[in-house]
């Protein structure tokens, strides 16, 4: 397997779409200079922090649109156990990969207490969030129905 590794105009465009305008025209006049050996070294430092910078901006993210979403606890399907429940596991797994969002269909968790309906919807919106980039919101039934009831007030 071999490494991509970023072209002079691939490290310019990141560091602009990083809204990095001053460190792009300096990029763009270390590399006009021609290939010194500090630019070898300067080349292996940015792409490095280009990575990090990339990897804590996406981390943040996550972590924002997790709190924004307010989901209660974070749970995932790692977590479910399928043998406690009768929870058809095949179904949570296509729904897990949100193609049903494509068809604007919906999603109803039916069930008792304790048969993890609020575990498998809050992992249901993990996945979103974090597999998907899809912007989710966690609402307890007890919240839609005050919510409602404001509305209809």
Not at 16 to 22: A, D, E, F, P, T
Not at 44 to 50: C, S, V
Not at 94 to 101: E, P, Q, R, V
Not at 122 to 151: C, M, P, W
Request: no cysteine; proline share 2%.
């Amino acid at each position: 397997m071999t490494e991509h590794r970023p072209t002079h105009r691939d490290i310019q465009a990141e560091l602009k779409s990083l809204r990095l305008s001053g460190m792009a025209m300096a990029w763009a006049d270390l590399v006009e200079q021609g290939g010194s050996a500090e630019l070898g070294a300067s080349r292996w430092l940015i792409e490095h922090l280009l990575q990090a910078k990339a990897v804590n901006r996406h981390m943040r993210s996550i972590a924002h649109q997790t709190k924004a979403a307010r989901i209660p606890v974070h749970r995932d399907l790692a977590g479910f156990n399928f043998e406690a429940s009768q929870v058809d596991r095949a179904l949570v797994h296509k729904l897990a990969d949100l193609s049903f969002m494509q068809d604007a269909q919906n999603v109803v968790l039916i069930g008792g207490p304790g048969t993890g309906k609020t575990h498998l919807a809050t992992a249901l919106g993990i996945s979103g969030l974090t597999q998907h980039g899809k912007k989710v919101r966690f609402y307890s039934t007890v919240d839609l129905v005050n919510a409602l009831e404001q509305e209809k007030a």
